[in-house]
């Protein structure tokens, strides 16, 4: 499975991004969507999680509310809506793909190259 992860860029505070993860290989529809996140001088945390067949989600506790997850297994692709943007959610954003349903980054198999999500104050 490949991944290819886009949409990040630079937004200003209270703004909206909405990223995407292509997958190419294997229909995503077979894996768990996880979304993490690394900012500047910080380790990997999980952001959120979509189960396969979207029914099931699941968010840290710093972003609820605020992102939404969601897929288009048809597109064979996953998205994170961000909302009400601030400047702690400035990080490089990543995509990944498991066989399991998990907040734990080892837990997935797969992951994308990362885009970078920029707020601005």
């Known amino acids: 499975v490949q991944l290819q992860a886009s949409g990040g860029g630079l937004v200003q505070a209270g703004g909206s991004l909405r990223l995407s993860c292509a997958a190419s290989?294997?229909?995503?529809?077979?894996?768990?969507v996880g979304w993490f996140r690394q900012a500047p001088g910080k380790e990997r945390e999980w952001v959120a999680a979509s189960s396969w067949s979207g029914g099931n989600t699941d968010y840290a506790n710093s972003v609820k509310g605020r992102f939404t997850v969601s897929r288009d297994n048809a597109k064979n692709t996953g998205y994170l809506q961000m909302n009400s943007l601030n400047p702690e959610d400035t990080a490089v954003y990543y995509c990944?793909?498991?066989?399991?349903?998990?907040?734990?980054?080892?837990?997935?198999?797969?992951w994308g190259q990362g885009t970078l999500v920029t707020v601005s104050s």
């Open positions: 290989g294997r229909a995503v529809s077979d894996y768990v």
């Open positions: 990944a793909a498991g066989r399991y349903y998990s907040r734990l980054s080892h837990e997935y198999d797969y």
